[in-house]
């Protein structure tokens, strides 16, 4: 009973919950710390480059696409107005109007007109609003219309007794309206009063329209009046109930025709040219405040709003519509399905249906709590719900149990059976049949019982089941589909995370994060597709979920993208489609990704707290895309920024710092990021990876020659120009041309040195291996004059020992003979020995071994001692060999007393003094 009271509880809380379920444009929201501005904004606009200028509190706001900058007002009041014209930038504030324009670093720079008034402005003037009618740009204010002749420089002043509240441009005329005074129009220069009925009035205009040639005009408390001829009559349309319950504060007319209020309270409302309401978004279903204080269409499209606590850009032509479940009732939607002109959502709160293009709310299908895994549509005779709990049969919005077995994942048919659909559960296969208009469980496969979210059967009736965590498995059932005889994991494929396995165009597909591969029935293996598995491999693989909807479309998600494949009828090949909703939009869970046909072309896809519906006829692929640089910094050390000129080449000077390159792509769809790419070209040749930041940065570059280019991308889409800007840093101080010559002349000195120096060690080193091989010569030399001086000694030492022994010898017989008795034949003897004795032949051998020995002694003697006699010269000889007294006896034939003599005499005649030796004079020559 409790858990039926709980049910029922919940029942009527959902279905007290307001969950409208209309869907709506995407929605961009800046808050005031994105813009860095103040809260409030009066008016937007956009120049011809496609940037949105906005006026706030604190100035005016520049918004490229990537980044917001901040002007504030020369006299720092609030900018009530703003209206880009050409390159300039008209705007007015308390007190002053001009314009701004951009200079070649992308700055903007004011330039006032309140000079150029002949007479000075009102006390207490602001200027709200600016428009722009051939070569005028006009300015009005509370009391006067300043027209401004951009031709001639010169102004024309309209003024007002009470206040005018708004001035409109239609067609080619200008109009205003004054309080409790009715609707004028500029004719020749002049105001005219063309409306002061009542009605008009005492009200207050916001804007006016021209409809079907009739001046239209929206008041801000009771709605739309027409005029026709000189009679204003109220537009009776189906808006009237809501306008009468709304202050409106702004309109505008959108290029479709349709019309945009903008409300004090209840944000906006989009009425269709007819006047009937097509959507009202306010802060309950996406807006971020109530207030709208201004709207603007930009040149794709888009509608922006100025509100008193932000801005907001509506995607109004994006083939992408929103539905938000910010009451928390739908939870995150896991499948769809369209069945008997109903929506049903299966979430993981349960199961919900709405009738299909309603705005009606949904409503909660009772006994459905909980997790919803998948919906089948059998025929649109029956609707099959997968369920946590089991399996449901859906009939007349309420929702029947037929197998109670936890955890149904998905259904598939069976060709050879078509009362019979094979069901995965958590714990295998089961077979559901259909008797009459039931359901029921035929029975369950024996011999399977792994968890069966991703199966399907092939043309063999062969079951693949992939789980995510063992593999895939091809099982072979018998032929009444009540046991697996054969389970075979295939061996070619690897298990994968988020993997899943589908049916295409009759062939078996499995993704995961390595690609997407087929199965080729011939080679009995999955093969890799190379066309295919690109679109989810690499960085952009978040799930190999595959979707094959009921327009055999073969649906893929990627981290950036959601793709869709067709088949050319021409080639009768895949062609690839992408869809740009990045991961971070879609807020799905990985791996349960789903998205199914609702009508026509318009798909609806699934996601947290809510969905997205994509119409694909809606999608333009002709946009064509600029990328803009806006900027280019330099912040040194001593963090001073320096700005260049983006339209000159760059000459840097040489210093350690950030070089900064800003750039956009000023495209404001939410569904649609930018991505950027960049290189600089005499750094690094190649292009970087995909951004989403619009800025590159470089630190400490190098001197030299370098390109910047800049490059951007939306979905696959690249931007038609590539942002270039090329630019020289100089060489440092130390590395300029004066510094080159003084380094050269140095490298040239230093050469020159060490040349020198070079050349001195090697000819000191050559001398000195010239010293050392003259020393070895004369080495070699000396120990040869060595060798020969020897040899003399040793031939004048044998020649003197000769003589010697035979002057001893002969002296010796000539004594025994001497002392013998004379007789002739003795005497003969003796005469012959003395003659021997006296013979000069071995004195002339003696001398010739001596000089030998001792090169020009006698010719040295000879020339210092001439009057030496031939017994001198002799004597003097044995004296240089170092003869003694007694060696010298024999030689010279005389005593060893009279050689005494004979060195007395010979020193007298060298005229020695007495205390010097003769030998040793004798030595020294």
Not at 223 to 236: A, D, H, I, M, S
Not at 253 to 262: A, E, H, R, S
Not at 500 to 529: M, P, Q, W
Not at 673 to 700: C, I, P
């Amino acid at each position: 009973m409790k858990k039926y009271l709980t049910i029922l509880l919940i029942y009527f809380i959902v279905c007290a919950i307001d969950l409208n379920a209309q869907t709506l444009p995407p929605i961009q929201i800046y808050n005031p710390e994105n813009y860095n501005g103040d809260n409030q904004n009066w008016q937007i606009s956009q120049s011809d480059d496609n940037f949105i200028y906005v006026a706030n509190n604190k100035g005016l706001l520049e918004f490229d696409g990537a980044e917001w900058q901040l002007y504030p007002t020369p006299n720092n009041t609030i900018l009530r107005s703003v209206k880009a014209i050409g390159e300039k930038i008209y705007t007015g504030c308390y007190m002053e109007f001009g314009y701004w324009v951009k200079d070649s670093f992308g700055k903007l720079q004011y330039v006032s007109l309140v000079p150029h008034l002949e007479q000075k402005m009102r006390d207490d003037e602001q200027i709200w609003h600016i428009i722009k009618l051939n070569e005028w740009v006009i300015f009005q204010s509370s009391n006067s219309i300043y027209f401004y002749n951009t031709l001639q420089d010169n102004f024309k002043i309209i003024s007002a007794t009470n206040t005018i509240y708004n001035i409109f441009k239609i067609k080619d005329g200008i109009y205003f309206n004054v309080r409790n005074e009715g609707i004028y129009k500029i004719v020749n220069g002049e105001a005219e009063l063309i409306i002061d009925d009542p009605q008009i009035k005492n009200e207050r205009v916001i804007s006016a329209f021209e409809v079907d040639d009739q001046l239209l005009l929206l008041t801000q408390l009771s709605g739309f009046y027409k005029l026709v001829g000189n009679e204003v009559f109220k537009w009776n349309i189906p808006a009237n109930k809501l306008l009468s319950k709304t202050t409106v504060y702004s309109a505008l007319q959108l290029q479709n025709g349709d019309f945009i209020i903008g409300t004090i309270s209840n944000g906006i409302i989009n009425l269709h040219s007819d006047g009937s309401v097509n959507y009202q978004i306010n802060q309950r279903n996406g807006l971020s405040n109530n207030t709208a204080l201004t709207l603007f269409e930009d040149s794709n499209s888009d509608l922006w709003v100025g509100l008193d606590n932000g801005i907001n850009c509506i995607n109004v032509t994006s083939p992408i519509k929103v539905f938000n479940d910010f009451n928390g009732v739908l939870g995150t939607v896991y499948t769809s399905e369209v069945y008997k002109g109903y929506l049903y959502i299966g979430t993981n709160q349960g199961l919900f249906y709405k009738k299909l293009d309603s705005k009606d709310q949904f409503q909660f299908i009772q006994g459905t709590e909980g997790q919803v895994w998948s919906l089948f549509n059998y025929n649109n005779e029956d609707l099959l719900c997968g369920h946590h709990l089991g399996t449901f049969v859906i009939s007349n919005k309420k929702a029947t149990l037929i197998d109670d077995n936890l955890g149904a994942w998905t259904f598939k048919k069976i060709p050879s059976h078509d009362n019979w659909l094979l069901k995965g559960n958590y714990n295998g296969l089961s077979i559901l049949e259909k008797t009459g208009d039931k359901w029921s469980v035929k029975n369950k496969i024996e011999g399977f019982n792994s968890s069966s979210r991703f199966f399907e059967l092939d043309n063999e009736n062969h079951v693949w089941v992939s789980h995510e965590y063992k593999g895939v498995y091809r099982i072979q059932l018998n032929d009444n589909f009540t046991r697996a005889t054969e389970i075979t994991l295939e061996p070619s494929l690897k298990v994968g995370k988020n993997s899943s396995l589908v049916k295409y165009r009759g062939h078996i597909l499995y993704a995961y994060e390595n690609g997407i591969f087929e199965y080729n029935t011939k080679e009995n293996t999955f093969e890799y597709d190379s066309l295919l598995s690109p679109m989810i491999t690499n960085e952009d693989y978040v799930s190999g979920k595959l979707v094959v909807d009921d327009k055999d479309r073969l649906w893929v998600f990627s981290k950036e993208n959601v793709y869709f494949v067709t088949t050319n009828h021409l080639t009768n090949k895949p062609k690839l489609n992408s869809i740009s909703i990045p991961l971070s939009l879609r807020k799905v869970t990985q791996s349960f990704e789903n998205i199914s046909r609702i009508k026509d072309d318009t798909y609806l896809l699934g996601k947290a707290n809510g969905f997205l519906t994509i119409d694909l006829s809606k999608i333009n692929n002709d946009t064509e895309y600029t990328i803009h640089l806006n900027s280019i910094s330099l912040r040194d050390l001593d963090n001073k920024n320096t700005s260049y000129d983006k339209y000159e080449v760059g000459d840097f000077k040489y210093k350690k710092g950030i070089l900064t390159f800003n750039y956009s792509v000023p495209s404001f769809n939410k569904y649609m990021q930018v991505k950027y790419q960049y290189k600089l070209e005499g750094q690094n040749n190649n292009w970087s990876e995909w951004k989403s930041t619009a800025s590159s940065r470089f630190e400490n570059l190098g001197f030299g020659s370098y390109t910047f280019l800049a490059r951007a991308k939306i979905g696959n889409k690249l931007s038609i120009n590539t942002a270039q800007y090329s630019f020289r840093v100089e060489r440092p101080w130390y590395l300029n041309n004066i510094a080159l010559v003084i380094y050269f002349v140095l490298v040239l000195v230093i050469a020159f040195i060490i040349n020198k120096a070079y050349k001195r060690h090697y000819s000191k080193k050559l001398q000195n291996e010239q010293l050392e091989t003259e020393k070895l010569i004369s080495d070699i030399k000396n120990d040869q004059l060595n060798k020969d001086i020897e040899s003399k000694n040793r031939e004048l030492t044998l020649s003197k020992m000769s003589i010697i022994k035979k002057n001893e010898l002969l002296n010796s017989i000539k004594r025994e003979l001497k002392e013998g008795d004379g007789n002739k034949h003795i005497n003969s003897v003796i005469k012959l020995i003395d003659k021997s004795l006296g013979d000069t032949k071995d004195w002339g051998v003696f001398v010739k071994a001596f000089n030998n020995t001792d090169k020009g002694f006698l010719d040295k003697i000879q020339n210092l001692h001439p009057d030496l006699t031939p017994n001198d010269l002799r004597f003097c000889v044995y004296l240089r060999m170092n003869l003694t007294s007694k060696e010298i006896a024999p030689l010279l034939n005389i005593s060893v007393k009279s050689v005494e003599t004979k060195r007395y005499r010979l020193r007298k005649r060298m005229k020695l003094h007495h205390e010097e030796s003769l030998t040793n004079y004798i030595m020294r020559l």
